[in-house]
């Protein structure tokens, strides 16, 4: 069923969900997604091995019937630790995301409904940190605050919402004058209210689609990081440092650097589709 053949009286929700369905290749990007993380989830229940377990006799076995995907340099079991660099690679993508999206809606929704001069001076602060390098500021805080997840995460979200402070600047301007915005104004509300109650709401389509988009960006950085040894502590993995890893004996061990550069690239398209099917899926003008 198309959507120009669905119900009227079907909710935009349902719509949306409809169009998402009816679109397989973020239908099936959705659901790898969801496998991953329940995957990510499990490994503790799932891994054959513990991630951290070093067994040098094995060292660089290739893939066998006790270890599935092979061992590393220390004979660990890469099958447990892909399980487990997915709970940290996805936690790092995903939180890092949020705290860019509180950081980015609040500031953008502000300066928008704010407007004058406040807007203004707020914009041209975003358009200073645009023109530094992101992954030099990243680098910097990192180096400052210690190595340590919660610092990756924080100096990941902390880069990244400048983008989204735009995006929801841009909405809140087209908001801000509309009927429910005066009759809010009309009843008493304060700025405040308005913002978070009436006008943030009605960008979540936005702001969820820009979040699907920016989570793997999030985890390319961290990628980036773990490459220049700035990730997260040993033995602790990701696939970032599993990459890392892997290229530095891929002539030799290639399942190594396949296992886990695969795995990456085909969580970061489904993410890619993914938020490409919800752009649409979210589209009040789709047919």
Aim: with cysteine; charged share 15%.
């Amino acid at each position: 069923m198309s959507a120009a053949q669905l119900p009227e009286s079907m909710s935009p929700g349902r719509l949306a969900f409809r169009r998402l369905v009816a679109n397989r290749l973020a239908a099936v990007s959705a659901g790898f997604l969801l496998l991953l993380g329940l995957l990510a989830l499990l490994a503790p229940l799932l891994a054959p091995y513990p991630y951290e377990a070093v067994n040098l006799p094995e060292a660089l076995t290739p893939p066998s019937g006790s270890h599935w995907l092979g061992t590393d340099a220390l004979g660990r079991d890469l099958l447990s630790r892909l399980l487990y660099g997915a709970r940290v690679s996805l936690a790092v993508g995903v939180v890092a995301t949020l705290v860019s999206l509180v950081i980015g809606v609040s500031y953008g929704a502000i300066a928008g409904y704010v407007g004058g001069r406040t807007d203004n001076l707020m914009m041209r602060f975003v358009d200073v940190l645009y023109g530094l390098p992101f992954m030099f500021l990243v680098i910097l805080i990192v180096m400052v605050a210690g190595r340590s997840l919660l610092n990756l995460f924080i100096a990941l979200g902390a880069v990244q919402w400048l983008t989204t402070a735009r995006i929801v600047r841009g909405q809140v301007l087209s908001l801000k004058e509309r009927e429910f915005v005066e009759a809010a104004r009309g009843l008493g509300a304060g700025p405040c209210r308005i913002i978070f109650r009436h006008i943030v709401p009605n960008l979540l389509g936005v702001v969820i689609v820009y979040a699907t988009l920016n989570v793997p960006a999030v985890m390319l950085q961290e990628a980036f990081l773990s490459f220049l040894g700035l990730g997260v502590e040993h033995p602790m993995p990701s696939w970032g440092t599993l990459i890392a890893e892997g290229a530095r004996s891929m002539e030799v061990c290639p399942w190594l650097m396949v296992f886990p550069g695969v795995t990456f690239s085909l969580t970061l398209l489904s993410l890619n589709f993914l938020g490409d099917g919800l752009r649409d899926a979210l589209d009040p003008h789709a047919a």
